[in-house]
């Protein structure tokens, strides 16, 4: 049976996140994006109320959320603003390695210190030379006595200047292309080196650096999962984290749809009120079925994950749709606004903004198609064992 009837847990947490976005972060949204400025007092608010970090299990000092779960605040909390929700919810992205990878050990001491205090973790796969095709990369990772040696420079990497550890993709076989990568967990003080801060054209309050790994040393079981096999837990990560984008463009779509639907019923040219158009109408009809389909990929993508069940497909169809959308929605917004809608005084020029993003990172929008296509093209058992949280 197809339900999607929320619990009421699943309700009033969505109802918490909501609030929390109306009251703490859509107040200073705007001035945040304008100055760049980080937003570490709404980090620490919602660390306290536990708006962070859902995904953590009990035995690691979380509340062990579900993926579904996490979609619904993801949409609230980006609703508010995309940037600071991506600040609040990168750390998802990078503990998803971790939760499917690592010792019992590594996840006590790592990702047990996010639920001890409001701290941030970093994902680091992207370098210069290595974008979507990851096999490119130059970091490498050399075994020399009890230790692994890291060398290398990571970039676009959200909430690095400001990280406690990293999840860092290195090469162990420079040969062997993306099968000669393996993913380690870096902490900050292991001599970790912020290089450049990025000026960004939307998403503004999030952080975004590059990171260089300058010969740092790391213990032998700081390797998560198998040596080579870091590329799979990167492609593994994605399965469980692209819902989750899919919601933040749901929630910059909606906030966008939101605001076009009252400024269509104010603003009166030809003696009546814009959305009295057909034209307009037309346009509010088209990026509300947008938003509603937008939602529905993301909570089903979410909720095989919860089934324990494969979703690659779904993920990336959901992640592909609800970013384009939110591009589109938030450009439809601008164009009921009209020339206001240029202005920055206005609100929806920023969302058009922040909206770009959701079609570039977690594989961009042609990456997505990528995966859609292949998986169309040789499908595979859809009751595969789930990629979700070890
Ligand atoms: C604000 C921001 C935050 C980010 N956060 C992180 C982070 O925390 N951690 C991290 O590791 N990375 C992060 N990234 C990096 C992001 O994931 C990459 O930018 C993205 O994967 C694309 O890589 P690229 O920029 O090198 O583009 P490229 O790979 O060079 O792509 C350029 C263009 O070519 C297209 N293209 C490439 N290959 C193909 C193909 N085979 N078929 C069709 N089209 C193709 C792309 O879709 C794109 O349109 C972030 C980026 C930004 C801007």
Redesign the pocket.
Known sequence: MVDFTLTEEQQSMREMAHEFAEKEIRPVAWDYDRDGTWPQEIIDKAWELGLMNGHLLTEYGGPGLGHLDGALVEEELSWGCSGIATTLT?NG?ACAPIELGGSDRIKKDYLGRLSEAPLLA?????EPDA???VSGMKTTAVRKGDKWVINGS?C???NGEYANWYTVYAKTDKGAGHRGISCFIVPRDAGVLVDKH?D?MG?RA?N?ATITFPEVEVPLDHLIGEENHGFKLAMMTFDVTRPGVAAMATGVARAALEFAVQYSKERVQFGVPIAMHQAIQFMIADMATKVYLARLATWNSASLLDQGRRNTLESSHAKRYAGDIAMEVTTDAVQVFGGYGFIKEYKVEKLMRDAK?LQ????????QR?VIARETLLPRPAQQPATTKA
Do not use: N, P
């Open positions: 990168c992205l970093s994902f680091c796969l992207t974008g979507s095709d990571k676009f990497i959200t990025e960004k998403q999030s975004t993003i570039l990172y977690e594989g961009t929008a042609q990456i990528l």
